[in-house]
T-cell receptor
Framework: RKEVEQDPGPFNVPEGATVAFNCTYSNSASQSFFWYRQDCRKEPKLLMSVYSSGNEDGRFTAQLNRASQYISLLIRDSKLSDSATYLCVVNMMEYGNKLVFGAGTILRVKS | DTAVSQTPKYLVTQMGNDKSIKCEQNLGHDTMYWYKQDSKKFLKIMFSYNNKELIINETVPNRFSPKSPDKAHLNLHINSLELGDSAVYFC???????????????FGQGTRLTVV
């Protein structure tokens, strides 16, 4: 089983749509979780951290389910500029850093 | 000011050559990483250093040798380059996690290595 698994997509959605991405991780001791965004030929950039209580940043909502070892990202009111690859990232170490990336989910928002 | 900078941005070289990629961060972070992103776009961790000490070495061939002269720098030297080494190499840095902090990583712009 891969350490971090994501549906690669692509997800093709119209502007204004709501889209959700899921991610599962293998190590139950993992403590830190993130969503990153990567545009074509660019470096990954932090979109948001994922907290146990769930968190929201504008149109973006992240959820964590520790029992199921599952992370989600919800994007509401999609914009053309949201088109990118979304990477689920898990710190596999309880103490220290080993940031493992999922393979990424491609989102294409169309007008 | 660029937080994590790596040079060069592009590197084209012949098989069998030796090359180095340099990385510097000005964020005051303790931990630095090298990641490889292959043609399938999968980002795979190669090495992690904390305060100049190697923490993670993910079954990378011995031809790859990281060097950390201080905690703000992590360079990557590659010997006897092979065609399969062609990829984008990203340097990143983060704070060291101590169970309480959420330690997101910040990435450099990447070095696109092409071996011909």
């Amino acid at each position: 089983r891969k350490e971090v698994e994501q549906d690669p997509g692509p997800f093709n959605v119209p502007e204004g749509a709501t889209v959700a991405f899921n991610c599962t991780y293998s190590n139950s001791a993992s403590q830190s979780f993130f969503w990153y965004r990567q545009d074509c030929r660019k470096e990954p950039k932090l979109l948001m951290s994922v907290y146990s209580s769930g968190n929201e940043d504008g149109r973006f909502t992240a959820q964590l389910n520790r029992a199921s070892q599952y992370i989600s990202l919800l994007i509401r009111d999609s914009k053309l500029s949201d088109s990118a690859t979304y990477l689920c990232v898990v710190n596999m170490m309880e103490y220290g850093n080993k940031l493992v990336f999922g393979a990424g989910t491609i989102l294409r928002v169309k007008s | 000011d660029t937080a994590v900078s790596q040079t060069p941005k592009y590197l084209v070289t012949q098989m069998g050559n030796d090359k180095s990629i340099k990385c510097e961060q000005n964020l005051g972070h303790d931990t630095m990483y090298w990641y490889k992103q292959d043609s399938k776009k999968f980002l795979k961790i190669m090495f992690s250093y904390n305060n100049k000490e190697l923490i993670i070495n993910e079954t990378v061939p011995n031809r790859f040798s990281p060097k950390s002269p201080d905690k703000a720098h992590l360079n990557l030297h590659i010997n006897s380059l092979e065609l399969g080494d062609s990829a984008v190499y990203f340097c990143a840095s983060s704070r060291f996690r101590d169970r309480r902090l959420n330690t997101e990583a910040f990435f450099g712009q990447g070095t696109r290595l092409t071996v011909v």
